[in-house]
C-alpha cells in the first residue's frame, strides 16, 4: 500500500452520517499572502504556530517548530496528515517546479495567543492574516481572536484514528484503540440504571483554565490566603475566593460541602470530585496543608473506568484549553449520563451533540451544578435516555464510514480551502527562513515530507509506505 493511495480520498465520495456544520463564526478562508503568515505569526506570543511550507525546487513539504515547544510528539502526526493529504489529493499543485505554499498548523490543547499582552480588539481588518489549522479547542466566539481565522480541525488523538486501521505502521495512535476505551466500546453493559451510585464523580489533574485568555479565567485555583485549622476553615477561604477559582477548583469546593453536609445527615455526598495525583509524595508536596487539615482535596487512589461505571452522573470539567478533549467522549460512552461543562471553548465534534438528549449542561462556573443534579434525580428516565444516545454517538464515530467523513471534511475538503486561498509571491523556502531570522522569529526544522513520507528531524524517525525505519 502507497503513501498516496492510502490518503488519496475516493473520487465521488459523499457524506452520509456526520451531520454539523462548521461553526458559525468560521467563516470561509479569504486570501492571505506571506505577509499574512507573518503577521499571523506575530500574535501567537506563547509559542508560534508550526509553519509548514511547500518547496517547489523539491516538491517536499518542509515543516518548522517554534524551539520553545517541548512536546513534539503531539504534533507528528497532524504533520504527516496535513503533508500526505495534500499531495495525495491536489497533485495539480504541489509537484516540482510548482509554486511555493505556506499553512500554519498548531496542535496546542487552544491557541497559544495571549489576549493579556495582544489587543485583539484594536487590530486592523483591513489587512490579510493567515489562517490557522487548530488540531485542539477552539473558541466559541471570533471576537475572542478576531480578525485571525481560525480553522477547527480535530484533536490530535482523534487524527490518528483516520488513517486506515491496516496502515498504522504510518504513525498515529487512535484514541479508539486505548484500551479503555476498547472495554467501554466493546464490553456490553450489564448495569441496571437503580443499580448506578448516585453521586457527581469526578478525578483529573490540577490544571490551569483558559490562562491566556484573561483575568476572567483564572488558573490556579488556590492562590491567596487559606485557612489551614480545619476543613471547615479551608472551605470558608475557598469560598471567599470563589469568584476567582477555575471550574475543577470549584468542583472541589462544592465536593467539600457535599462531604460535611453528608456527614452531618449520615447520607452519601452528591458529588464526589477530587484532584488525582500518581505519586503520593506529589500530594504531600502540593496538598499537604489541605490533608493535614481534613480537606480532601486530592487523592492517589486511582479510579478505573471499570470503578467510574458503576456512577450515574460524570462530567468533564474543562482543562488548559477549556474543554476535556478524551475525557468528554469517554464519559460519554459509560452507562452514566454525562454532564457536560459548557465553556467558552469548544471541540470539532460539539454540533453533532444535542443538550438534554446526549448530555446535561452545565455552566461554565458550575453555579447551577447542583440545581442540574437535584433535576437528574427526579428525572431518571430522561437520564438514561440521554445516556443511551450518548453511547449510540460514540458507536457511530468509531466507524470507518465516521472515519472518512472527517477525514474528507477536515483533510480535504478545509486544507482545500485553505491552499485555494493562498496568493504565492516571489517567496522561496529560503527568503521564508530568512525572513523570520531577521524578524527574530526562531524556527526549528521539523520534518520533511513528500509522496513517500516524512522523516522526523527532531527523533530521526522516518514515516514512508506505510513502514517505520530509524534513520542512523
Known amino acids: 500500500m502507497s503513501t498516496?493511495?492510502?490518503?488519496?480520498?475516493?473520487?465521488?465520495?459523499?457524506?452520509?452520517?456526520?451531520?454539523?456544520?462548521?461553526?458559525?463564526?468560521?467563516?470561509?478562508?479569504?486570501?492571505?499572502?506571506?505577509?499574512?503568515?507573518?503577521?499571523?505569526?506575530?500574535?501567537?506570543?506563547?509559542?508560534?504556530?508550526?509553519?509548514?511550507?511547500?518547496?517547489?525546487?523539491?516538491?517536499?513539504?518542509?515543516?518548522?517548530?517554534?524551539?520553545?515547544?517541548?512536546?513534539?510528539?503531539?504534533g507528528q502526526?497532524?504533520?504527516?496528515?496535513?503533508?500526505?493529504?495534500?499531495?495525495?489529493?491536489?497533485?495539480?499543485?504541489?509537484?516540482i517546479g510548482a509554486p511555493t505554499f505556506q499553512i500554519l498548523l498548531s496542535h496546542d490543547d487552544y491557541p497559544t495567543t495571549n489576549v493579556k499582552e495582544v489587543d485583539f480588539s484594536s487590530l486592523s481588518d483591513g489587512v490579510d492574516y493567515a489562517p490557522v489549522l487548530q488540531f485542539g479547542s477552539t473558541p466559541r466566539d471570533?471576537?475572542?481572536?478576531?480578525?485571525?481565522?481560525?480553522?477547527?480541525?480535530?484533536f490530535v488523538k482523534m487524527v490518528g484514528c483516520l488513517i486506515p486501521r491496516g496502515a498504522t505502521g504510518i504513525g498515529g495512535k487512535c484514541f479508539y484503540d486505548e484500551s479503555s476505551m476498547q472495554k467501554l466500546m466493546r464490553e456490553?453493559?450489564?448495569?441496571?440504571?437503580?443499580?448506578?451510585?448516585?453521586?457527581?464523580?469526578?478525578?483529573?489533574?490540577?490544571?490551569?483554565?483558559?490562562?491566556?485568555?484573561?483575568?476572567?479565567?483564572?488558573?490556579?485555583?488556590?492562590?491567596?490566603?487559606?485557612?489551614?485549622?480545619?476543613?471547615?476553615?479551608?472551605?470558608?477561604?475557598?469560598?471567599?475566593?470563589?469568584?476567582r477559582l477555575n471550574p475543577r477548583w470549584?468542583?472541589?469546593?462544592?465536593?467539600?460541602?457535599?462531604?460535611?453536609?453528608?456527614?452531618?445527615?449520615?447520607?452519601?455526598?452528591?458529588?464526589?470530585?477530587?484532584?488525582?495525583?500518581?505519586?503520593?509524595?506529589?500530594i504531600n508536596a502540593n496538598f499537604e496543608l489541605f490533608s493535614k487539615s481534613?480537606?480532601?482535596?486530592?487523592?492517589?487512589?486511582?479510579?478505573?473506568?471499570?470503578?467510574?461505571?458503576?456512577?450515574?452522573?460524570?462530567?468533564?470539567?474543562?482543562?488548559?484549553?477549556?474543554?476535556s478533549w478524551t475525557g468528554t467522549l469517554s464519559k460519554l460512552a459509560m452507562p452514566g449520563v454525562l454532564f457536560h461543562h459548557e465553556t467558552i471553548s469548544r471541540d470539532w465534534f460539539y454540533d453533532e451533540l444535542q443538550p438534554w438528549k446526549h448530555y446535561i449542561p452545565v455552566k461554565m462556573d458550575l453555579s447551577d451544578l447542583r440545581e442540574k443534579y437535584d433535576w437528574a434525580e427526579a428525572h431518571p428516565d430522561e437520564c438514561q435516555a440521554m445516556s443511551e444516545a450518548a453511547t449510540e454517538f460514540l458507536v457511530?464515530?468509531?466507524?470507518?464510514?465516521?472515519?472518512?467523513?472527517?477525514?474528507?471534511?477536515?483533510?480535504?475538503?478545509?486544507?482545500?480551502?485553505?491552499?485555494n486561498a493562498y496568493q504565492p509571491g516571489s517567496e522561496t523556502l529560503e527568503s521564508i527562513i530568512h525572513d523570520y531570522e531577521v524578524r527574530g522569529m526562531a524556527l526549528e526544522k521539523?520534518?520533511?515530507?513528500?509522496?513517500?513520507?516524512?522523516?522526523?528531524?527532531?527523533?530521526?524517525h522516518r514515516y514512508a509506505n506505510d513502514q517505520v525505519t530509524e534513520v542512523i
Open 4 to 74: 498516496r493511495s492510502i490518503f488519496k480520498l475516493p473520487d465521488g465520495f459523499e457524506h452520509s452520517i456526520i451531520t454539523h456544520n462548521t461553526p458559525s463564526w468560521q467563516k470561509t478562508t479569504l486570501p492571505y499572502t506571506h505577509e499574512g503568515v507573518m503577521r499571523t505569526q506575530s500574535l501567537w506570543t506563547d509559542s508560534r504556530n508550526v509553519l509548514m511550507v511547500f518547496d517547489g525546487k523539491s516538491g517536499e513539504f518542509h515543516s518548522f517548530n517554534d524551539p520553545k515547544v517541548l512536546n513534539n510528539n503531539r
Open 446 to 460: 521539523y520534518s520533511t515530507c513528500n509522496a513517500e513520507g516524512c522523516l522526523y528531524h527532531w527523533d530521526g
Open 250 to 282: 470549584k468542583a472541589i469546593t462544592l465536593s467539600l460541602a457535599a462531604d460535611m453536609e453528608a456527614r452531618q445527615e449520615n447520607a452519601e455526598p452528591w458529588i464526589d470530585a477530587k484532584f488525582f495525583v500518581k505519586n503520593p509524595t506529589q
Open 188 to 243: 456490553p453493559n450489564n448495569k441496571r440504571w437503580e443499580d448506578l451510585t448516585s453521586q457527581i464523580i469526578w478525578r483529573g489533574s490540577d490544571y490551569t483554565f483558559l490562562t491566556r485568555l484573561g483575568e476572567n479565567y483564572p488558573g490556579k485555583g488556590y492562590n491567596g490566603k487559606t485557612n489551614y485549622d480545619s476543613e471547615q476553615s479551608v472551605f470558608d477561604s475557598l469560598m471567599r475566593k470563589w469568584d
Open 142 to 154: 471570533e471576537a475572542l481572536l478576531y480578525p485571525v481565522p481560525i480553522k477547527e480541525m480535530p
Open 396 to 419: 457511530k464515530m468509531d466507524t470507518q464510514q465516521y472515519y472518512d467523513e472527517t477525514y474528507a471534511k477536515y483533510f480535504v475538503e478545509h486544507l482545500g480551502e485553505v491552499m
Open 294 to 323: 481534613g480537606a480532601a482535596v486530592a487523592t492517589d487512589e486511582y479510579l478505573s473506568y471499570d470503578e467510574q461505571m458503576n456512577y450515574k452522573y460524570h462530567i468533564d470539567l474543562g482543562g488548559s484549553g477549556g474543554t
Open 77 to 95: 502526526t497532524v504533520n504527516l496528515m496535513v503533508a500526505q493529504s495534500l499531495l495525495a489529493n491536489f497533485p495539480e499543485r504541489f509537484h
